[in-house]
């Protein structure tokens, strides 16, 4: 088990690296390459591939993200 923070939502938990699910992060822009922070898609350079690393999705948003819900950080309201 390893212990870390979810990339969407900043919570740490715990988790096994070979069954948690992972995003490719570039750490310049907490986005995975290739996208931008409006949402759209660009071809991803080299260097922001080179720099990325797979970051762990917490049980929790992943299931908010396959009901379809918003998941990451929430605002009070």
């Known amino acids: ?7 969407a939502c900043r919570r740490e938990f715990d988790y096994d690296p070979a069954e948690v699910t992972t995003f490719l992060i ?5 986005l995975p390459p290739g996208f931008s922070v409006l ?20 049980p929790s948003c992943q299931d908010r993200a396959e009901r ?3 998941f990451g950080p ?4």
């Open 39 to 58: 949402g759209r898609t660009r071809p991803a350079t080299p260097e922001a591939v080179a720099r990325s690393a797979d970051q762990p999705l917490c």
């Open 74 to 77: 929430t605002t009070g309201g």
């Open 68 to 70: 379809g819900l918003p």
């Open 26 to 30: 570039d750490p310049a822009t907490g």
């Open 1 to 7: 088990m390893e212990h870390g923070r979810c990339f």
